[in-house]
């Protein structure tokens, strides 16, 4: 967010011409369409969370796992690039732990955070 220009970006997709029954992006949806009254004011953002797996060396298994959310107000082009991702956690080797698990804690602890 310290990002040259980041908050311009942020708020470009507001002067967009909409489509009639063309969905492109995020913003041509119900869901961002219905909380406009949030998203439509100054520093309210549209977050999209991420949960990803990779295996970090190539001579044996082991996978780690990163949370992290995207900022969906910045442009697509924008919004995965390194300097606009938010790494959330990180989620240690040597195995994925049971997915249904993993998101149930996550989800508590999220919203019991940033209640």
Sequence with gaps: MKKRNFEKLAQE??????????YADIYDGKIWEENLHFLSKDNHFGLMLNVDWFQPFSSKTYSVGVIYATIMNLPREERFKKENVLILGIIPGPEEPDVIFFFFFFFFFFFNVFQ
């Excluded at 997709?13 to 063309?22: D, G, I, S, T, V």
């Design 13 to 22: 997709w507001k002067n967009r011409k909409k489509r009639e029954n063309y």
